[in-house]
């Protein structure tokens, strides 16, 4: 694109790019905070850089067109050779806290002395305490003018530029009748996700990694280089706003203060929930410390509890100068720990592939001693350059897998560091030589008769959502592998009574009851089998989707990739895999076995009526009265395609009890969330 050649004298000419100037700003506005707020981008990257040039080259030509909230300004100031001091429009308060629900019952008991039942009837709003860098954002007449640490909570350091870089602070508001000047308060923080990605190229580097997530946010906001803190994956969350001595709030609840934070485009943090009395927010607290902290890709440290009625807050006052009465931080035991990493070892998956995983000094987070944790694939283990007698952080995500976010370089010994890992060449189990795989850092075991595949396998096909072989566990099936009465699947329906009570701990009517659960297995539609059968990529709704299209095993079988990629929602992966498995003689003769014992090879075609026909469904939460797999037939019944993930693409998301990310996930993308009995509304079900 050339670039604009005005006449300097030609004030109508001026006016023009002046006006074309402000046009550029707002669509460029726009576009930020739907790609970075809202998730929802509606131009391209390239559109956007076109914009962004043409705005550039604009302001370059013509600097009395450069605004303060222009977006050319997020990044290029020189950098400062101090940050100079700012003094907050009202004190930073800090928040007394509550660890578990006695302390926040007291809580709730003095501030009722204060000021009355008013206080139960108000409610509460619960919000996420972010674990990142508290700041204050000053805007007069809704365009930000400066910005501050924290501080001692009077006097912050002003890093006005900095925060400029941070795409989630809009420099100008959205919307309208804002206050003349205003702080708006909030966390600067960084996601797992950047601090994690961020760590492993300081190590590939050289550098010296960060400790955790909160360090790098404050120490990236004290950068006297802006650039510096704009290389770094920032993101901000607003929370309160504070006003100058006289002036009022057009809104009279906490939780109506963050919609209109929303409004005016300041990212609010997801999960906050209104609570009708304590026990409600009990709830909400345990929820989120148990079901939710898990799945976040930042770091919480507990929630915070507020008074909604902000009419309230004035007569609760102050304890000690600095600790607000109408708000208590309710704190969760911490996820992230540091501890030794003693050792990295694998075991061999279903389809071969060796997963490493970490043994650890034992530690506890979040309540819980964590002895192992997750490694995902060998590329990791070398991008993060983890090395076994490493001091190595921890995190628990979610209840039950901990992962390493990774090693503390600075803490090794650097007269006699830890060697670094080397992995495997050859399978532990079976030893044969190990290949390289579709996906990158990933190794597998060629071996289809390799023992560990096999006990995996077989523990794969008899799970409740594959075969549902009520009473063959994980240590039952040991035993026969151990007794060598079971080899593969097929091999299972060739039991008897008699050989079952011959082993260990099992009785004859257990023995009975296996070989009931056994036999009635057997009447499995082909999608469960399929699944079963543990090809590799093929998940569940996979094998529904192909079984329903293809209708028995023999087609399946015989498909090529191009005729199972006619199916809507299966990619390359999945089609290359399933070739390639029924490509194996081994995998043939499974199947030859399995149709002499009886097994199921086709797949109810049942008649759709057509209510949900090409729609994608999302399901999450416990429905009142379907179970998932009854929802998912019903949704599957009338048409419609069940996915995993909330996205643009959805239709929309059934919602039950204790809904999680995706129901979050469905607000953020403007997606619609029904609960069961409009589903059962919309297909016709009485």
């Not at 929802?40 to 962004?52: E, F, G, K, L, V």
């Not at 994608?616 to 998932?628: D, F, N, W």
């Amino acid at each position: 694109m050339k670039s604009p050649r005005p006449s300097g004298d030609d004030g109508q000419n001026l006016a023009e790019l002046s006006a074309r100037a402000d046009e550029l700003r707002r669509e460029l506005d726009r576009a930020s905070y739907e790609y970075h707020v809202l998730d929802r981008p509606t131009i391209s990257d390239a559109q956007y850089d076109r914009m962004y040039r043409e705005l550039l080259e604009l302001e370059e030509a013509h600097p009395t067109l450069r605004t303060p909230d222009s977006p050319t300004q997020r990044v290029g100031a020189e950098p400062a050779s101090q940050l100079a001091k700012h003094t907050h429009l009202v004190a930073m308060l800090s928040l007394s806290n509550a660890f578990n629900d006695e302390e926040l019952a007291a809580w709730e008991e003095r501030i009722v002395r204060l000021a009355g039942d008013s206080v139960r009837k108000a409610g509460y709003n619960c919000e996420l305490k972010i674990d990142g860098a508290a700041i204050a954002l000053t805007y007069r007449e809704g365009v930000l003018v400066a910005g501050a640490t924290r501080g001692n909570g009077t006097i912050g350091e002003l890093v006005t530029t900095n925060l400029r870089t941070i795409r989630e602070i809009p420099l100008r508001l959205r919307g309208s009748d804002h206050p003349p000047m205003m702080e708006i308060r909030g966390e600067v923080y960084m996601p797992f996700s950047g601090f994690e990605r961020m760590n492993e190229q300081r190590i590939a580097a050289g550098q010296p990694v960060f400790a955790n997530p909160r360090n790098a946010a404050a120490g990236a906001l004290r950068q006297l280089d802006p650039k510096i803190t704009a290389s770094r994956p920032l993101k901000f969350y607003g929370y309160a706003i504070a006003l100058p001595d006289g002036e009022t709030l057009p809104v009279s609840t906490q939780d109506a203060l963050l919609d209109l934070l929303e409004s005016w485009g300041i990212p609010v943090a997801p999960h906050r929930r209104c609570c009708l009395g304590l026990e409600k927010v009990n709830e909400w607290a345990h929820e989120i410390e148990h079901k939710v902290r898990g799945s976040l890709d930042f770091a919480i440290d507990g929630g915070v509890v507020k008074v909604n009625g902000l009419s309230l807050w004035p007569d609760l006052g102050v304890v000690g100068g600095r600790e607000p009465r109408y708000a208590i931080a309710r704190k969760f035991a911490p996820d992230i720990a540091e501890t030794k990493l003693l050792g990295i070892e694998v075991n061999v998956g279903r389809t071969g592939t060796i997963n490493p995983f970490a043994v650890l000094d034992p530690v506890e987070i979040g309540g819980a001693q964590v002895k192992l944790a997750t490694l995902h694939n060998f590329d990791l283990v070398a991008r993060k350059d983890l090395r076994v007698g490493d001091l190595v952080q921890v995190k628990r995500a979610g209840e039950v897998i901990p992962q390493v976010i990774g090693p503390v370089p600075d803490r090794r010994d650097a007269a006699n560091p830890p060697a670094p890992y080397v992995p495997p060449t050859h399978c532990p189990s079976c030893g044969t030589a190990l290949i390289t795989g579709s996906e990158q850092g990933m190794l597998y075991c060629p071996n289809f008769d390799c023992p560990s595949r096999q006990l995996e396998g077989l523990v794969h096909f008899a799970s409740r959502n594959a075969m549902d072989i009520r009473g063959l566990s994980y240590a039952r099936i040991r035993q026969l592998v151990d007794a060598k009465l079971v080899h593969d699947p097929s091999d299972l329906y060739d039991l008897t009574a008699g050989q079952l009570v011959e082993l260990d701990r099992l009785a004859e009517k257990s023995a009975w009851a296996l070989i009931q659960a056994l036999e009635a297995s057997k009447a499995q539609p082909l999608s469960k089998l399929l699944f079963a059968l543990g090809v590799e990529g093929v998940g569940e709704i996979a094998a529904k989707q192909i079984a329903k299209h293809f209708g028995t095993m023999d087609a399946i079988a015989d498909a090529t990739a191009e005729q199972i990629l006619e199916i809507h929602g299966i990619g390359d992966t999945i089609a290359e895999s399933i070739v390639a498995w029924f490509a194996n003689p081994r995998a043939r003769r499974l199947i030859d076995r399995l149709r002499e014992r009886g097994l199921t090879l086709t797949e109810p075609q049942t008649q759709t009526s057509g209510a949900l026909k090409g729609m994608t469904v999302v399901i999450t939460g416990s429905l009142p009265t379907l179970s998932r797999d009854q929802a998912i037939a019903l949704v599957e019944a009338n048409g419609g395609r069940v996915a995993n993930s909330v996205s643009k693409k959805t239709s929309f998301v059934v919602v039950g009890e204790d809904a999680g990310s995706k129901l979050e996930k469905a607000r953020q993308l403007g997606v619609e969330t029904i609960d069961e009995a409009e589903l059962k509304h919309r297909v016709a079900v009485t």
